[in-house]
């Protein structure tokens, strides 16, 4: 069976320090790859996907970036965090046989101090 | 994407079925209805898609209006930990942004005992 780990669950950072956050997918091959944050009270907005190894699409210009070193390992970095980069970030996977279910992962709760 | 609209909130005893309503006036012929749910401090969990004709799995019954321009979620038997926000997203497969999903604001179910 397929799962997904992020890590770390949690994590509290100061302005301008960096990033970053790894999602790893088990048991499914090739699948496509999504970055998604919610900030407080708000809805998930789309931040990044991937098709495949290095093939990375961006949804919203910002400070992070995202890479596929690996075929199931998707990473979101910062450089320098902001106060608005505060959220719940959530990876989630879509594999090639279902083309209609997104699976996610248990999230990260970033907060920015 | 073709926009859905949902109320904020809504409100069921525990035990009862509980109807979810979405409005999707300009939807296209390709696109699929899904609907997903997030619990509290949880990513998304997938719920049940469809196109054209009613579909019912372990977890839910989706009604698709005849014209496509509305559908529902029906929970047959409402519980506690069907407490979530409720998501409904349209999505066209033949879409190039990797069939990442936009999800809006929700509607927020609160199952009383």
């Known amino acids: 069976s397929q799962t997904i780990h992020q890590w770390p669950a949690t994590l509290v950072q100061p302005v301008g320090s960096p990033l970053s956050l790894e999602c790893t997918v088990e048991g499914t091959s090739n699948p496509n790859l999504y970055w998604y944050r919610q900030a407080a009270g708000r809805g998930l907005q789309l931040l990044f996907y991937?098709?495949?190894?290095?093939?990375i699409s961006s949804e919203v210009p910002q400070n992070l970036s995202a890479s596929r070193p690996q075929d199931r390992q998707f990473i979101l970095s910062s450089k320098k965090l902001l106060l608005s980069d505060s959220g719940f970030y959530l990876c989630?996977?879509?594999?090639?046989?279902?083309?209609?279910?997104?699976?996610f992962g248990p999230g990260t709760r970033l907060t920015v101090t | 994407d073709a926009k859905t609209t949902q109320p904020n909130s809504m409100e069921s005893n525990e035990e009862e079925p509980v109807h979810l309503p979405c409005n999707h006036s300009?939807?296209?012929?390709?696109?699929?209805i899904h609907w997903y749910r997030q619990l509290p401090s949880q990513g998304p969990e997938y719920v049940i898609h469809?196109?054209?004709s009613n579909v019912n799995n372990r977890m839910a019954s989706l009604a698709i209006a005849e014209d496509r321009k509305s559908s529902t979620l029906i929970l047959h038997r409402a519980t506690l930990r069907d407490a979530a926000v409720y998501y409904c997203i349209l999505r066209d497969p033949n879409s190039n942004s990797g069939y990442a999903l936009n999800f809006g604001k929700g509607t927020s179910l609160l199952v009383t005992p």
């Open positions: 989630a996977w879509r594999g090639l046989a279902g083309p209609y279910e997104q699976y």
């Open positions: 300009t939807i296209s012929g390709t696109d699929y």
């Open positions: 991937s098709v495949g190894i290095g093939q």
């Open positions: 469809g196109l054209t």
